[in-house]
Nanobody, 123 residues
Framework: QVQLVESGGGLVQAGGSLRLSCAAS????????MGWFRQAPGKEREFVAA????????YYADSVKGRFTISRGNAENTVYLQMNSLKPEDTAVYYC????????????????WGQGTQVTVSS
């Protein structure tokens, strides 16, 4: 089992910034990648960003490229999502995921999920 704990969500005005954190614990050996997805009310969960643990290869949704940055922390199995130039359409619950393999832009590749953290961007 792997446990994921997210933090850093909140309310921010359009144009502002937030940084989300996700810490993984438990059976995290052979960690392949961690990623962020989001789900807005009435919409399906969608891919935001992901990073491989070896090599630090990053992937981003087109909607967040140039505004969001995913990174690995110095602490083992910690990942961050720096969100800049936030827009009202970024409002969603953001979920951290842990993957052993697979296509990182697809939710089915993630074996574990965090509980989610709310991000609200006001106009």
């Amino acid at each position: 089992q792997v446990q994921l704990v997210e933090s850093g969500g909140g309310l921010v005005q359009a144009g502002g910034s937030l940084r989300l954190s996700c810490a993984a614990s438990g059976r995290t050996f052979s960690n392949y990648a961690m990623g962020w997805f989001r789900q807005a009310p009435g919409k399906e969960r969608e891919f935001v960003a992901a990073i491989t643990w070896r090599g630090g290869i990053t992937y981003y949704a087109d909607s967040v490229k140039g505004r969001f940055t995913i990174s690995r922390g110095n602490a083992e199995n910690t990942v961050y999502l720096q969100m800049n130039s936030l827009k009202p359409e970024d409002t969603a619950v953001y979920y951290c995921g842990f993957a052993y393999s697979g296509r990182l832009t697809e939710g089915a590749s993630y074996a574990y999920w965090g509980q989610g953290t709310q991000v609200t961007v006001s106009s």
